[in-house]
């Protein structure tokens, strides 16, 4: 039967819509960026970077059963993790993922190595994903050496424990309890045979933080497990598995470590004289409270550039600020100077505030650290 010409034309209308809608597509695909897919990484010790900043590591080194982890673009997840090992030795394994340098393999564009005494604070965040058909802990790791090394053990190995589940407990035995970064921890010291271990194991699960690996680096040296000579050679996050793991995932993860860059004294670099005093006067009313801080250079040589590090007590949320650019709103985290107060001479000072809320009971910050370096408060 041969079509009408209304037939036709409609035709003819279609085929032109369509063709349009090709078009269109074919442009968007053309100009849209590809999506990352997901990498599964199966090998003993395989590994991939996300993020273009972090490396992503398998790193099945106690078992030699099948473990698989899919790199995501904001973190991992276990997908396989078959087999045991005895809960009173070591774990299976260590996937994870990290800021720095392990066994060689070094994250793109880190700073790491850097000494202690220079870097002015390394806020890091961390979110996890746990599940119960397992044992396992979920362990945030910092590594310490005296010297910058890219290779091999460090001497100091500082954990923190975010969760755990079944009979599984750090290396050594308990030494105490310590409140650090604003929160309260069981304290565990030891040395695994390879080198020594301090362990803060949290009272209860944590899924996510914000924190300064500082405030625990500056633990390991009031112990006597570390010096401010040493270095900083990685931060790494993830899960130690003893039995099954599939699912487990860390869902975010993020590390800085502010070292100040270039020579102490360049403009817009922490940098100069770190000796200092910190006023913290506060208004305080019932759920809010507004904190002006001034920083006072008590040193002999101008400061150029500047980073105050502090904890805020738990259950306090910073709102707004003014004067400083301030790397977190909770928790442990580091205000830095704005271009128009960057300078700061000898026995001058300058000063930033911030608005916020708080629950329970209101209490300042315990203390300060400018570029690295503790200030007295008044």
Not at 156 to 162: K, P, R
Not at 225 to 250: D, I
Request: proline share 6%; with cysteine.
């Amino acid at each position: 039967m041969r079509p009408s010409r209304h037939h036709a034309r409609r035709a003819r209308s279609l085929f032109a819509a369509l063709l349009t809608t090709l078009v269109s597509l074919a442009a968007l695909l053309t100009t849209a960026p590809a999506a990352q897919a997901d990498t599964i990484i199966c090998e003993q010790f395989g590994s991939t970077t996300i993020q273009g900043r972090y490396v992503v590591q398998n790193n099945r080194w106690g078992t030699n059963d099948p473990q698989c982890v899919t790199a995501t673009d904001s973190g991992f997840r276990i997908t396989q993790a078959d087999g045991s090992v005895p809960t009173n030795g070591a774990p299976k394994s260590y996937p994870s993922l990290y800021n720095g340098c392990h066994y060689t393999n070094c994250s793109p564009g880190t700073n790491l190595p850097a000494r202690l005494s220079t870097i002015a604070g390394a806020p890091t965040s961390i979110s996890y994903s746990y599940v119960n058909n397992a044992v396992y802990d979920a362990a945030y790791d910092i590594w310490l050496d005296p010297t910058p090394r890219t290779d091999g053990v460090n001497r100091t190995e500082i954990m923190i424990w975010f969760n755990k589940v079944g009979s599984v407990q750090p290396v050594g035995s308990q030494v105490g309890t310590a409140t650090v970064a604003g929160r309260q921890w069981q304290v565990w010291s030891g040395n695994n045979g390879s080198n020594d271990v301090l362990s803060f194991v949290a009272p209860s699960a944590m899924t996510s933080w914000t924190f300064d690996v500082m405030d625990f680096a500056r633990q390991a040296v009031s112990r006597g497990l570390a010096q401010n000579t040493w270095y900083l050679t990685s931060v790494q996050a993830g899960f130690e598995p003893w039995q099954a793991g599939a699912g487990l995932a860390v869902t975010s993860f993020s590390s800085t470590v502010d070292t100040g860059g270039g020579n102490p004294g360049d403009p817009g670099t922490p940098g100069g004289s770190t000796a200092c005093k910190v006023t913290y006067a506060t208004n305080v009313w019932q759920g809010g409270f507004t904190a002006d801080v001034t920083v006072t250079n008590t040193g002999s040589t101008p400061l150029n550039g500047w980073s105050l590090a502090f904890t805020l007590p738990v259950g306090q949320q910073i709102t707004g600020s003014w004067n400083a650019g301030l790397s977190a709103s909770s928790g442990t985290l580091t205000a830095r100077n704005v271009a128009h107060n960057a300078q700061v001479a000898p026995g001058g000072q300058t000063s930033f505030g911030f608005q916020g809320a708080y629950a329970g009971t209101f209490a300042k910050p315990s203390g300060f650290s400018l570029n690295g370096t503790a200030c007295t408060t008044a």
